[in-house]
């Protein structure tokens, strides 16, 4: 391990996990990733591996077969499992939200049923928001959820774009419209709800109303499928809205995504750490004019930038977990982390790519596929606009003018 991207304070058994999952990230997925990537396979035997170290269960509470670990243990094991393949650690982090969400606004029903098999992957999460027109303006969502009256159960309809895991989850939680009985003028982010759907893995018709069409292909952020999901007269028994109540769902969502954030802001940094150790690597051991091109002072001023922000980035993320761990609100912090992660990841991945040269282009060496994940970073879990936003609307709240 290297002096960059160090953590302070961490105690003895998160050193001890630390240490177990980047060996495992070493050995297991550093020397097939890229092959995997480039034929867009499913890692199933990485996945079997991380279950049998309990990554899946990871922040689960003990008394559901977790390890109770905290967001700072978590991030920190999502940025060695990035370093080794990005895809890798957005199977986990949408599975870690969605058992993150029935711990912390699920029925006791709902906790009792899921989170056991979630602790050990048996059950496998994913999340839907976004749908095919709406991008980053969560209120303007159509997909909806229908009481029928004479059942108690509530009927989906609608489409949802870009579910990570969309077809190996097990567990989908989905955010619809459920406006009736509300009175007019209602703010449409107070009558959405968090539906459970549980399903059979895999493409097409999953159950009656569910229909997984396949995998989205995509420039980069392979081997894992990412999906679209259909919804037509979709039903679902009442004990299925999570936390027993609708009108909920926008709140639970933006808790799911605010410590999302964090992770895909780790994410971010165990990237750019990886493109910063290839890119060192490559430039004592490349030559020109007679000597290793990391005697060259431009050649050292790139590497001066990228190490700077793999240590800024890692910093802010830290940081930003530990004020999730503490009981503080952390969206300021979470959303600053993110943005600044995504960007410096996206910039020390271009470094690493210019200091490998036409080499950097070609698709034997690693940097090629990390050039082509780093953009993912940017839009994942709202866009830099939308981290700016939340930002610029949190400083004003705390450093509101007096006058």
């Not at 949408?94 to 050990?120: C, N, S, W």
């Not at 059950?123 to 749908?131: L, P």
Request: charged residues 25%; negative net charge; hydrophobic residues 35%.
């Amino acid at each position: 391990m290297g002096r960059l991207a160090q953590t302070e304070g961490l105690t003895d058994v998160q050193q001890e996990i630390l240490s177990t999952v980047r060996s495992f990230v070493d050995k297991e997925i550093i020397p097939v990733a890229t092959e995997l990537e480039h034929r867009d396979e499913y890692p199933s035997e990485i996945v079997a591996g991380l279950k049998d170290l309990g990554v899946f269960g990871l922040m689960i509470p003990e008394e559901y077969g977790g390890l109770g670990e905290s967001l700072l243990t978590y991030a920190l094991c999502v940025e060695e499992i990035a370093r080794g393949w990005m895809s890798v650690s957005g199977i986990i982090n949408t599975h870690f939200i969605v058992a993150y969400l029935l711990q912390q606004h699920g029925t006791q029903e709902q906790r009792d049923h899921f989170l056991p098999k979630m602790a050990t992957g048996e059950v496998r999460g994913a999340f839907s928001m976004s749908e095919p027109a709406l991008g980053s303006d969560v209120s303007a969502i159509s997909s909806k959820g229908v009481l029928d009256p004479a059942t108690g159960d509530y009927l989906l309809t609608g489409q949802k774009m870009w579910l990570t895991n969309g077809g190996s989850s097990t567990l989908v939680a989905v955010l619809c419209r459920t406006d009736e009985g509300q009175p007019e003028g209602t703010a449409p982010h107070k009558s959405m709800t968090t539906f459970l759907i549980e399903k059979e893995p895999g493409f097409g018709e999953v159950r009656p109303g569910l229909t997984i069409p396949g995998k989205i292909e995509k420039m980069g952020y392979k081997g894992v499928d990412t999906t679209e999901m259909i919804m037509d007269g979709l039903r679902l028994p009442a004990d299925r809205v999570l936390g027993g109540k609708t009108g909920r769902g926008f709140y639970q969502m933006m808790d799911g995504v605010e410590v999302g954030r964090v992770n895909v802001a780790a994410r971010g940094c165990g990237v750019a750490q990886r493109a910063f150790e290839l890119g060192i690597d490559y430039a004592q051991q490349r030559e020109t004019f007679g000597k290793p091109i990391a005697q060259h002072q431009a050649i050292q001023f790139k590497l001066a930038d990228m190490a700077t922000k793999v240590e800024a980035a890692h910093a802010l993320m830290v940081g930003a977990a530990r004020k999730k761990d503490s009981g503080q609100r952390n969206d300021l912090e979470a959303g600053m982390a993110k943005y600044l992660a995504s960007e410096y990841c996206k910039e020390v991945v271009e470094d690493s790519f210019r200091i490998h040269g036409g080499y950097g282009f070609s698709k034997e060496y690693e940097i090629e596929r990390l050039y082509r994940e780093a953009p993912m970073l940017l839009i994942g879990e709202g866009t830099a606009e939308i981290q700016k936003m939340i930002i610029g609307r949190r400083l004003l709240e705390e450093y509101r003018n007096q006058g």
